[in-house]
Nanobody, 122 residues
């Protein structure tokens, strides 16, 4: 019913930049919160940044000042601009759509994308 697809991952040297994109599609008219999470090998999935439909944003302390999240509500799309990347940013980055509302007016469960790999070399 809802599909969440990430793109933009890749390999970059430390200090470099990447921009991730995530688009949610399906019978949805709005999404309250869209966010990025990451999971490094052997570690739990952790929050990176979230953005609500009214413009509020939230960041993990480890990425503040380096990453910027933004949204296009009309396209149900969220972006993550990652600058000054560090090797410890290496992880699979997942997009989450939370509080999606269907075209019939129902609120839907949370949806996750498949993830996109970000690798930062030293």
């Amino acid at each position: 019913q809802v599909r969440v697809v990430e793109s933009g991952g890749g390999l970059v040297q430390a200090g470099g930049s990447l921009r991730l994109s995530c688009a949610a599609s399906g019978s949805i008219i709005s999404i309250i919160t869209m966010g990025w999470y990451r999971q490094a090998p052997g570690k739990q999935r952790e929050l990176v940044a979230t953005a609500t439909s009214d413009g509020s944003t939230n960041y993990a302390d480890s990425v503040k000042g380096r990453f910027t999240i933004s949204r296009d509500n009309a396209k149900n799309t969220v972006y993550l601009q990652m600058n000054s990347l560090k090797p410890e940013d290496t992880a699979v980055y997942y997009c989450k759509a939370q509080g999606a509302r269907s075209s019939l007016g129902w609120y839907l469960p949370d949806y996750w994308g498949q993830g996109t790999q970000v690798t930062v070399s030293a």
